[in-house]
């Protein structure tokens, strides 16, 4: 018996692949519809459409000089080779571009100078040749009141600009609008919660980088310099206080803008805020301060302040609304423009007799009683 079982288990297993072998076929019309992809089907997100080409309905809707993709200028809010600061654009950024530039350096130059004439004093005038019997002096009141008075005169002179200045960053003015700024690894996230707008932004790859999807866009010249353009700016009014409200979800990041005087640390599970007042409208660069990964460098920050009238425009064509003003839902319950034009066609689509039309002074009278009730 136990023969028997052990050849039926054997001669079951040995006819089960070949029964998945001699499976019936589909029909020739069936396997000529799986086999042939539809013309419309649309690929999945992120696929390549054409390889090695940028998506042409994407490309299509980037237009240099529009709202959004504002052609930057050489020289303003992007790093040009200079040694010193960027020109500022707010008025934190004035006043601390100034405070460095004709308070600090000047005063690190006199500094450095005195050091400098001391040192050669000393080298020359107390050397061993010049004075084979040293002298035997210990103390000397007046220098010692020099070399206590001169370093606490220079911190005063240094810590009253430098507290009015903090006092100015931290004390903002009442905002005209919020950002809240996330940082990713390896992009921004930004959102302005008075208008309704949420979106991500990414760093535009060169049209040779290897790594590039055919349906990313490739950077342009007039998107901004290699390394620093996205593909969705921050749009902002010029003119206007903005809050920054900025914060992480997964490590340590730095929301940094050169030409605004912001550099703010971005920690996860932590608000911090910072502001900006941008004084005329431009494309203004930054990127991640904090060294946050592997793509630390690739995850740039581009603002572009322009008019308070092409800002709305922005705001309407990334679906949001005015500040108070919450999104139109269609009314489901109003009436058609097909209908209302055409009474008849809605009630030969109804099943139902044709209501003759009121007349024009009936119509008038009507409308004028709806405006009446409304008071």
Same mark, same amino acid.
């Given at each position: ?33 799986? =086999? ?18 940028? +998506? ?23 790093? /040009? ?35 400098? $004439? ?26 010692? *009141? ?34 809240? *700024? ?17 979106? +991500? ?20 010249? =007039? ?17 206007? $206080? ?7 979800? /997964? ?13 703010? /640390? =971005? ?26 990964? =592997? ?19 922005? $705001? ?14 269609? /009314? ?5 423009? $097909? ?27 009507? *409308? ?8």
């Amino acid at each position: 018996m136990r023969l028997i079982g052990w050849a039926i288990a054997l001669a079951a297993a040995g006819l089960t692949p070949a029964a998945a072998a001699t499976a019936p076929a589909p029909s020739s019309t069936t396997s000529t519809t799986a =086999a042939a992809p539809s013309v419309n089907a649309t690929p999945p997100a992120g696929t390549a459409q054409n390889p090695g080409q940028p +998506d042409a309905a994407q490309a299509a809707t980037v237009v240099p000089g529009t709202v959004g993709h504002a052609i930057p200028t050489p020289g303003i809010g992007q790093p /040009d080779g200079r040694k010193g600061l960027q020109t500022q654009f707010t008025p934190i950024g004035e006043e601390a571009a100034n405070f460095h530039d004709y308070w600090l350096l000047p005063l690190c130059a006199i500094i450095s100078i005195i050091v400098l $004439v001391l040192l050669v004093t000393a080298l020359i005038r107390f050397r061993r040749g010049a004075n084979p019997i040293p002298s035997r002096n210990s103390h000397n009141t007046t220098i010692e *009141v020099i070399w206590t008075l001169v370093p606490v005169l220079i911190l005063v002179a240094i810590a009253i600009p430098s507290i009015r200045l903090l006092r100015h960053v931290y004390t903002p003015p009442p905002a005209d609008l919020t950002v809240k *700024v996330t940082g990713h690894q390896w992009y921004w996230s930004y959102e302005l919660p008075d208008y309704g707008v949420t979106f +991500d932004s990414y760093m535009l790859k060169e049209a040779s980088d290897p790594t590039r999807q055919a349906n990313q866009r490739a950077r342009t010249n =007039a998107d901004g310099p290699p390394l620093l353009a996205v593909d969705n700016r921050l749009v902002l009014p010029a003119g206007k $206080v903005v809050k920054f409200i900025v914060t992480a979800d /997964d490590v340590i990041h730095s929301f940094a803008v050169p030409a605004f005087w912001i550099k703010q /640390d =971005a920690n996860p599970g932590q608000l911090h805020e910072t502001w900006a007042y941008i004084r005329s409208p431009g494309v203004y660069f930054g990127q991640c301060s904090e060294l946050c990964g =592997a793509r630390h460098g690739f995850m740039p920050i581009v603002v572009e302040a322009t008019t308070p009238a092409r800002f709305a425009q922005w $705001v309407a064509e990334k679906g949001g609304h005015a500040p108070g003003a919450a999104p139109t839902a269609p /009314d489901s319950t109003a009436i058609s423009p $097909v209908s209302e034009a055409s009474p008849a066609a809605a009630a030969a689509a109804s099943g139902g007799a044709t209501a003759p039309a009121p007349a024009p002074a009936q119509n008038n009278q009507n *409308v004028a009683n709806r405006a009446t009730q409304s008071k």
